[in-house]
């Protein structure tokens, strides 16, 4: 019986090189004659450029050059826009504006690039970018999501009417009927803020033009290399393929890297081609919390129709959302907000209409949940203040309205990011949840350990959070796997890789398909000369697509190396097998040969082939889902809180998902931890604090409190289901970003539920051990 | 943020309200000020250093006397820019007398730091200023006192 490889706890194939410093990271290319790059970046938030003087740091031994807008002349061009809003969603408004390599007269956010200087070291570049002088007219600064909408605000882009960026309204069903015939109508408004990634690795560039073979390569901390070199190719008036991106081992990313043409990402390749020298910048931290995107504010007026039994007969959520200064990422976040919003229950009507503000902050793009947990969040705390109300058990409210395991296909009707109906294509809410319900002993604590350790004057919460997550989305991923003559598998794909585990979880693919060691198998990515078609490492789809396209590459040399082996071992393919890196005849193992020899066959130095031949074992495909397939997830914790500090300790936490097919539980185990992880941040934590100039207030880590070791539960305990996903051969969904979607509406509940005897409502996040004092003072 | 308090000189009211007034004494009030030259009647120039925890550096700017009335209130506005950021303030001052060798003054106004000072020094802010401003006073009393010695 052949060896299963999908589904086993195999060890990472790539963290030996990573643990012990092998592994190549951006900062660690060095070319000889590499030159240094140092941004002089805006202090104000929204300001005119009178004049900059440069002439200063030009002088200065070392500076090899100095640019502003206007060195660029004609080659100086905004971005370009990334995502249009959907074709398929009547009446959207959108206003696309984006950002410029260089300001050349209005700055719109803080920290946004004024001029670069290129000089021998980095430390000398930044000598020089303080000798810059500039002449700023300060403008009064819109920051408010609110007060941006008001008629008197100061206008982020003036030549606009206002600083509405787009306006989208989705409707399912009819929602004021709906109202009509509730017995209960809730409403509320909530407040939720921005977090920042704060990626291990901050981001990077080295680009390097060289003359005389007239080829650019370029090393970019990006989540998508392929569209990065098709970009600049075309800026730069080069042919793609005289432009090479590699984006190497990049320390995390979780969203802003896939963000694109970063004013950096536009300039240094530019740059390197004007001085004929490789250049190399690397932003440093205080620099990312300006130059690096951010998301999550966003302000909603939220209303819910139900009967008095708790079934949910309408959800409305208006709401606004914060674009930053500019919007390349088009209407990304909020689709996602909007398609979530209903979580994973059965709502009938619904209506929310998304209105995306510009203001004088950094730009905003999605972060590890992408405007999911947003959703999330809203639909969560509305059920925990119905049941409230209704006296319903809020576990009760939840299971009554759960979408039942049999009604999928899903569909709400409503247009996702994606483009395509918001369809959920699988899932088993309720088994999930329940499973949930009973890793962390939901009942037994309520029933026993919490009257008793509430009687003793502990406050300690427990709460069950529910959740969906739309993954794998297209359009497509595509692979290339190949048979060495030494029998060892090459997989190559454009996919990026940030440290999930592709160079392990595609071997498997691979091995299931070729029956060779996981080890054997070597994984090339993130590398456009070696496969130059794909997108890139976002939105929780690189187990579908990407492990689809493997799977169907794998699945082609599958077919060559049957094909082969049985006219070389004179037996029909029907019996043969793929064992440990040979093909041999199921019932005679003796009969058989090695891939390694096979791949030589196939590849003759002598002779005449047949017509329709392809050298080798070798495969390339493509896979591209009709649409996104529905992950899903129920997060429990037990919490207690110290109510006078304010301060927490998670006793107890349970992460049960659906991933679809769990190709490795050990990597999915990862995710969800570092996905934990970044959710208990973006709970009680994070919070990116703008002051009215538009000035961040924390933009160290010694302010901007990320999760340590301490912070987390001391074990999160996983479990699994299974729904496989009809949509792809290998019936795999997302799980990158899962561990982090839940988390801020877990945290409301377990603290609204261990502080139980203070009346106080959560409508906001992040909290902070501040902002519930403050909470429970005004209670 | 908002700055606040009040203080008492060991002088005249007029005598106090000179101080103000005069550049040669203000330059040695504010601590960092490396120069302080009067450009017009109601407008100095000049250079400030400023050391906010981990941040170090000058500001370069402008500072404007207003809503002058004799004896009883002027307004302080203040507005720099520098590599490590800018800052812009102003702040009414008050003056009360209490008797001949006493006045007592009240301040009450706002601040906005912006840039590296205030992204990494933010948080030490207030304690700085409001040392910067006692320090300050404090040097401005003192001159007071030589002055009337002498």
């Given at each position: 019986?052949?060896?299963?490889?999908?589904?086993?706890?195999?060890?990472?194939?790539?963290d030996a090189r990573l643990l012990t410093g092998q592994a190549l990271f951006v900062d660690d290319i060095e070319i000889p004659g590499m030159l240094h790059a140092a941004f002089?970046?805006?202090?104000?938030?929204?300001?005119?450029?009178?004049?900059?003087?440069?002439?200063?740091?030009?002088?200065?031994?070392?500076?090899?050059?100095?640019?502003?807008?206007?060195?660029?002349?004609?080659?100086?061009?905004?971005?370009?826009?990334?995502?249009?809003?959907?074709?398929?969603?009547?009446?959207?408004?959108?206003?696309?504006?984006?950002?410029?390599?260089?300001?050349?007269?209005?700055?719109?956010?803080?920290?946004?690039?004024?001029?670069?200087?290129?000089?021998?070291?980095?430390?000398?570049?930044?000598?020089?970018?303080?000798?810059?002088?500039?002449?700023?007219?300060?403008?009064?600064?819109?920051?408010?999501?609110?007060?941006?909408?008001?008629?008197?605000?100061?206008?982020?882009?003036?030549?606009?009417?206002?600083?509405?960026?787009?306006?989208?309204?989705?409707?399912?069903?009819?929602?004021?009927?709906?109202?009509?015939?509730?017995?209960?109508?809730?409403?509320?408004?909530?407040?939720?803020?921005?977090?920042?990634?704060?990626?291990?690795?901050?981001?990077?560039?080295?680009?390097?033009?060289?003359?005389?073979?007239?080829?650019?390569?370029?090393?970019?901390?990006?989540?998508?290399?392929?569209?990065?070199?098709?970009?600049?190719?075309?800026?730069?008036?080069?042919?793609?393929?005289?432009?090479?991106?590699?984006?190497?081992?990049?320390?995390?990313?979780?969203?802003?890297?896939?963000?694109?043409?970063?004013?950096?990402?536009?300039?240094?390749?530019?740059?390197?081609?004007?001085?004929?020298?490789?250049?190399?910048?690397?932003?440093?931290?205080?620099?990312?919390?300006?130059?690096?995107?951010?998301?999550?504010?966003?302000?909603?007026?939220?209303?819910?129709?139900?009967?008095?039994?708790?079934?949910?007969?309408?959800?409305?959520?208006?709401?606004?959302?914060?674009?930053?200064?500019?919007?390349?990422?088009?209407?990304?976040?909020?689709?996602?907000?909007?398609?979530?919003?209903?979580?994973?229950?059965?709502?009938?009507?619904?209506?929310?209409?998304?209105?995306?503000?510009?203001?004088?902050?950094?730009?905003?793009?999605?972060?590890?949940?992408?405007?999911?947990?947003?959703?999330?969040?809203?639909?969560?705390?509305?059920?925990?203040?119905?049941?409230?109300?209704?006296?319903?058990?809020?576990?009760?409210?939840?299971?009554?309205?759960?979408?039942?395991?049999?009604?999928?296909?899903?569909?709400?009707?409503?247009?996702?990011?994606?483009?395509?109906?918001?369809?959920?294509?699988?899932?088993?809410?309720?088994?999930?949840?329940?499973?949930?319900?009973?890793?962390?002993g939901y009942e037994k604590f309520v029933k026993e350990e919490q009257p008793r350790l509430r009687a003793s004057g502990k406050h300690v919460g427990i709460a069950l959070t529910?959740?969906?997550?739309?993954?794998?989305?297209?359009?497509?991923?595509?692979?290339?796997?190949?048979?060495?003559?030494?029998?060892?598998?090459?997989?190559?794909?454009?996919?990026?890789?940030?440290?999930?585990?592709?160079?392990?979880?595609?071997?498997?693919?691979?091995?299931?398909?070729l029956g060779v060691a996981v080890q054997n198998v070597r994984v090339v990515t993130g590398d456009t000369a070696e496969f130059h078609w794909g997108t890139g490492t976002f939105?929780?789809?690189?187990?579908?697509?990407?492990?689809?396209?493997?799977?169907?590459?794998?699945?082609?040399?599958?077919?060559?190396?049957?094909?082969?082996?049985?006219?070389?071992?004179?037996?029909?393919?029907?019996?043969?097998?793929?064992?440990?890196?040979?093909?041999?005849?199921?019932?005679?193992?003796?009969?058989?040969?090695?891939?390694?020899?096979?791949?030589?066959?196939?590849?003759?130095?002598?002779?005449?082939?047949?017509?329709?031949?392809?050298?080798?074992?070798?495969?390339?495909?493509?896979?591209?889902?009709?649409?996104?397939?529905?992950?899903?997830?129920?997060?429990?914790?037990?919490?207690?809180?110290?109510?006078?500090?304010?301060?927490?300790?998670?006793?107890?936490?349970?992460?049960?998902?659906?991933?679809?097919?769990?190709?490795?539980?050990?990597?999915?185990?990862?995710?969800?931890?570092?996905?934990?992880?970044?959710?208990?941040?973006?709970?009680?934590?994070?919070?990116?604090?703008?002051?009215?100039?538009?000035?961040?207030?924390?933009?160290?880590?010694?302010?901007?409190?990320?999760?340590?070791?301490?912070?987390?539960?001391?074990?999160?305990?996983?479990?699994?289901?299974?729904?496989?996903?009809?949509?792809?051969?290998?019936?795999?969904?997302?799980?990158?970003?899962?561990?982090?979607?839940?988390?801020?509406?877990?945290?409301?509940?377990?603290?609204?539920?261990?502080?139980?005897?203070?009346?106080?409502?959560?409508?906001?996040?992040?909290?902070?051990?501040?902002?519930?004092?403050?909470?429970?003072?005004?209670? | 943020?908002?700055?606040?308090?009040?203080?008492?000189?060991?002088?005249?009211?007029?005598?106090?309200?000179?101080?103000?007034?005069?550049?040669?004494?203000?330059?040695?009030?504010?601590?960092?000020?490396?120069?302080?030259?009067?450009?017009?009647?109601?407008?100095?120039?000049?250079?400030?250093?400023?050391?906010?925890?981990?941040?170090?550096?000058?500001?370069?700017?402008?500072?404007?006397?207003?809503?002058?009335?004799?004896?009883?209130?002027?307004?302080?506005?203040?507005?720099?820019?520098?590599?490590?950021?800018?800052?812009?303030?102003?702040?009414?001052?008050?003056?009360?007398?209490?008797?001949?060798?006493?006045?007592?003054?009240?301040?009450?106004?706002?601040?906005?730091?912006?840039?590296?000072?205030?992204?990494?020094?933010?948080?030490?802010?207030?304690?700085?200023?409001?040392?910067?401003?006692?320090?300050?006073?404090?040097?401005?009393?003192?001159?007071?006192?030589?002055?009337?010695?002498?």
């Amino acid at each position: 019986m052949a060896k299963k490889f999908i589904g086993e706890r195999v060890r990472r194939n790539e963290d030996a090189r990573l643990l012990t410093g092998q592994a190549l990271f951006v900062d660690d290319i060095e070319i000889p004659g590499m030159l240094h790059a140092a941004f002089k970046r805006s202090d104000y938030a929204h300001a005119r450029i009178l004049s900059i003087n440069v002439s200063a740091a030009r002088d200065l031994p070392g500076v090899h050059a100095v640019y502003t807008a206007a060195d660029m002349g004609e080659d100086w061009a905004p971005g370009p826009p990334l995502v249009s809003p959907p074709p398929s969603v009547k009446d959207v408004t959108f206003y696309s504006r984006r950002q410029a390599p260089l300001v050349k007269d209005v700055i719109r956010h803080a920290g946004e690039t004024l001029a670069v200087v290129i000089a021998e070291s980095r430390y000398i570049a930044e000598d020089a970018v303080d000798e810059i002088l500039v002449e700023y007219d300060p403008l009064p600064v819109v920051s408010d999501l609110e007060k941006a909408l008001s008629a008197d605000s100061p206008l982020v882009h003036d030549d606009l009417e206002s600083n509405l960026a787009a306006h989208l309204n989705q409707q399912k069903g009819d929602y004021e009927s709906a109202k009509k015939q509730a017995d209960v109508v809730i409403q509320r408004r909530f407040h939720l803020d921005r977090g920042a990634a704060v990626a291990m690795e901050n981001r990077g560039i080295v680009a390097h033009w060289d003359e005389k073979a007239k080829q650019l390569t370029i090393w970019d901390t990006t989540q998508a290399p392929i569209p990065i070199r098709n970009g600049t190719a075309s800026r730069l008036g080069l042919s793609e393929n005289q432009v090479r991106v590699i984006a190497p081992f990049i320390g995390g990313a979780f969203g802003p890297k896939m963000m694109m043409f970063y004013p950096e990402e536009m300039l240094i390749p530019w740059v390197s081609v004007q001085l004929c020298r490789p250049i190399k910048w690397i932003e440093d931290r205080r620099e990312n919390f300006y130059a690096t995107t951010s998301e999550r504010e966003q302000v909603h007026e939220v209303e819910i129709a139900l009967t008095k039994d708790g079934h949910i007969l309408g959800l409305k959520d208006d709401f606004l959302h914060d674009t930053g200064a500019f919007d390349p990422y088009g209407l990304t976040l909020p689709l996602n907000t909007q398609c979530h919003l209903m979580g994973p229950y059965n709502i009938p009507n619904f209506s929310s209409q998304c209105t995306a503000v510009f203001t004088n902050k950094p730009i905003v793009t999605p972060v590890r949940g992408a405007g999911r947990q947003q959703g999330i969040y809203i639909i969560e705390r509305m059920l925990d203040i119905s049941a409230a109300e209704l006296s319903i058990d809020p576990t009760v409210i939840r299971k009554m309205n759960f979408i039942p395991p049999d009604a999928f296909p899903f569909n709400n009707t409503i247009v996702d990011q994606a483009f395509t109906p918001l369809i959920l294509d699988s899932g088993n809410f309720v088994a999930v949840f329940e499973k949930a319900a009973e890793m962390i002993g939901y009942e037994k604590f309520v029933k026993e350990e919490q009257p008793r350790l509430r009687a003793s004057g502990k406050h300690v919460g427990i709460a069950l959070t529910p959740f969906i997550e739309t993954t794998g989305v297209g359009p497509y991923e595509g692979a290339r796997v190949q048979i060495e003559t030494n029998g060892k598998v090459n997989v190559v794909t454009g996919y990026g890789t940030q440290g999930q585990g592709h160079f392990t979880m595609l071997a498997q693919i691979v091995s299931e398909q070729l029956g060779v060691a996981v080890q054997n198998v070597r994984v090339v990515t993130g590398d456009t000369a070696e496969f130059h078609w794909g997108t890139g490492t976002f939105a929780s789809r690189g187990a579908v697509v990407m492990g689809n396209a493997v799977h169907a590459a794998a699945s082609g040399v599958r077919k060559k190396v049957l094909k082969l082996a049985s006219k070389v071992l004179s037996t029909p393919e029907e019996e043969l097998e793929l064992v440990d890196g040979v093909v041999r005849i199921a019932d005679v193992p003796d009969r058989s040969i090695s891939l390694g020899e096979l791949s030589g066959l196939a590849n003759p130095l002598r002779g005449a082939v047949d017509p329709g031949f392809e050298p080798g074992l070798e495969s390339t495909d493509y896979f591209g889902p009709q649409s996104g397939t529905t992950a899903s997830g129920c997060h429990g914790m037990i919490l207690e809180v110290d109510p006078e500090t304010m301060m927490v300790e998670i006793k107890r936490y349970v992460a049960v998902e659906d991933c679809g097919r769990v190709i490795n539980p050990l990597i999915v185990e990862g995710q969800i931890h570092g996905g934990v992880s970044m959710g208990l941040g973006n709970a009680y934590y994070e919070k990116l604090q703008f002051d009215e100039d538009g000035q961040i207030l924390n933009a160290s880590l010694a302010d901007y409190l990320i999760v340590t070791s301490r912070e987390m539960p001391k074990k999160v305990e996983t479990g699994h289901w299974e729904t496989l996903s009809p949509l792809n051969q290998l019936g795999s969904k997302g799980v990158g970003e899962a561990g982090a979607i839940p988390v801020p509406a877990l945290f409301a509940q377990a603290l609204q539920n261990a502080l139980f005897d203070h009346k106080f409502e959560i409508l906001e996040t992040p909290l902070s051990p501040n902002r519930l004092f403050e909470l429970l003072q005004a209670s | 943020m908002n700055i606040q308090g009040e203080y008492s000189f060991h002088g005249s009211r007029e005598e106090v309200w000179n101080i103000f007034r005069d550049p040669d004494v203000l330059i040695m009030a504010l601590p960092g000020t490396k120069s302080l030259k009067k450009i017009s009647e109601n407008e100095y120039e000049g250079e400030l250093q400023v050391h906010i925890g981990p941040i170090m550096g000058s500001f370069g700017g402008k500072l404007t006397i207003s809503n002058e009335f004799y004896l009883e209130s002027l307004t302080l506005t203040v507005e720099g820019n520098g590599k490590i950021g800018f800052v812009k303030g102003s702040g009414d001052v008050k003056f009360n007398p209490i008797s001949e060798n006493l006045t007592a003054i009240r301040y009450d106004g706002v601040i906005q730091i912006g840039g590296r000072v205030a992204s990494v020094g933010q948080r030490l802010f207030d304690t700085v200023s409001k040392n910067m401003i006692h320090q300050g006073l404090d040097k401005l009393d003192k001159a007071l006192q030589d002055r009337r010695k002498g």
